[in-house]
């Protein structure tokens, strides 16, 4: 007779393991879990299967102090669902755990593969930084998985409370005339992970100019918040976005353009509070998340 105990081997995630980037057929993934509280819990089996409802086939099993595990050596493009159960020392076991899924994108997938999870532009925003915006037709959460050589193992922040379609983050530290490889890693709220081709991007000795839009017109300038009007930005790009940041670098407004290419700005931060005097900086991106315009203003309260 079986003990279930359905609930309690619940993953915690799947993430994809640094994939050796000149390994461009296969891909890793490495489950982890939470333990069975149970003491006399002696191990577990992980099953895998390519339908998320059915035809799982266990794949191996690992002891009761193994909290991942690596399945290493498969096919790109296909989407592999993971379950698990515990066993005891009476060889009773639990029931499912949730299931969990990983697919990584091959880099000459068709656009009804790839836009599953795709990287849709990347611009240099210092000497070090480079700044990748991402896209998937879900909402998400995630991050890119970059480096320099041939182990991705280095990662931009999670994006863990912002389930949305569109991504950006920002890549730093990086080394001027060096060659970066970079991939989005996004989950859904079913714990389905969707990793994006690999792209390229190279740090340049100086930061490119962003292409001139000179329509564009920013007013009042210098601008003040508190004056009950609001700065007009028009001249944009439809459907690209607006970002403005502080002097210091930190983003305190995002606003995607609607059509007709005008954004009228109240003046406040993330939080919803007027911004203080100072330069702040304006970036507008196309569509495609290509930096078209960086231009200062001045807050004057």
Known sequence: MEKTTAGICTFLLLIVLSINVSSQET??????????????ITGYVIYRSLDRGAGFTAIDSVDNNTF?????????G??????????N??????????????MTIPADAAPSLSDSCKITGKSQTSLSSFRINWETPVATTGFIQYDSDAVLDSMSSFDETDWTTSHSNQLENLVVRKTYYARAAAYDQYDNLTISARDTLTVAEEVPAPVSSPQLNIYPVPYSPFKGVSMTMNGLPSNGAVRIFNSNGMEIHKETIPAGGEINWDGTNHNGSKVMSGVYYVIVEDSGGEVTEKRPVMIVN
């Not at 020392?89 to 899924?101: C, I, Q």
């Open 78 to 87: 296909t989407r592999y669902y993971y379950r698990l159960i515990a066993k």
């Open 89 to 102: 020392t009476s060889g009773e076991r639990s029931g499912f755990s949730n299931p969990v899924s990983g």
């Open 68 to 76: 991942e595990y690596l399945d290493e050596g498969l096919e790109k």
């Open 27 to 40: 891909a890793d993934y490495l489950v982890n879990w939470e333990p069975n509280p149970e003491p006399d």
